[in-house]
């Protein structure tokens, strides 16, 4: 089991924002003393910040911005970050299991090896993100923005084995450019893999054949 960083002595480095900063220092020294509350971060700014392997797990961050910041190997299971900044940001290996992150904003984002159980991203910009090696099963990408995402190896496996076990979800997805060599697993589309202005949604058995034709014949594609 991985043990979470719960003190200020955990901090490899600090928001500039004295705000952001003040937040994270009181959320840590009550997390340090007992379970503590949840990180309250909602609008503030993280920029600057290392926050790798820190214990954030329920953090509410909506709205906030984290461009460029530090998340690696950080536990932010049920966190909120709905409408927030994310480009650019390292969160590779990250538990991320449960976050709702509608609408964030992430373009070139790294979540590589991230464990993304049942994350929503509806509507989320993730272009040119990284989601190599990640485990996707039951994530959900309505409508979301994955142009030139790579994909490389990313689990979507479905087993079944309980209510909260499902496929991705990508209905209306776009995946254009995208890198899916070697993700294996179950899909739920339709997917837009048009590189133009006007959608080009696919669907069934297109959609798999579109998978095995850019390297990943080990996808299968469920009906929604």
């Known amino acids: 089991m991985i043990g979470y960083g719960k003190n200020r002595h955990s901090v490899t ?4 924002e004295a705000d952001a900063r003040s937040a ?16 309250v971060g909602d609008q503030y700014d993280f920029r600057g910040a290392d926050l790798t392997g820190l214990d954030l797990a329920g953090a509410y961050l909506f709205g906030a911005c984290l461009d460029g910041v530090r998340l690696v190997h950080a536990d932010l299971r049920g966190a909120t970050l709905i409408g927030a900044d994310l480009n650019r940001a390292n969160l590779s290996g990250a538990d991320l299991t449960k976050i709702e992150a509608s609408e964030i904003a992430a373009e070139g984002a790294a979540m590589r090896a991230a464990h993304l159980f049942a994350a929503e991203f509806d509507r989320a910009v993730l272009s040119d993100a990284d989601f190599r090696d990640a485990f996707l099963n039951s994530a959900v ?4 923005d994955l142009r030139r995402a790579d994909l490389r190896g990313a689990s979507l496996r479905y087993c079944g084995f309980g209510p909260d076990d499902g496929p ?4 209306g997805a776009r995946l254009a450019g995208s890198f899916v060599t070697g993700a294996r697993g179950h899909v739920v589309g339709p997917v837009d893999v048009g590189s133009g202005t006007e959608p080009d949604l696919i669907d069934g ?5 579109w998978f095995a034709a850019n390297g990943a014949p080990d996808v299968t594609v469920l009906s929604g």
């Open 24 to 39: 994270l220092e009181k959320y840590l020294d009550a997390r340090s003393a007992s379970d503590g509350p949840d990180l």
């Open 141 to 144: 990408f309505l409508a979301a």
């Open 13 to 16: 480095a600090w928001p500039v």
């Open 168 to 171: 991705a979800r990508l209905a």
């Open 205 to 209: 058995a297109a959609l798999a054949e």
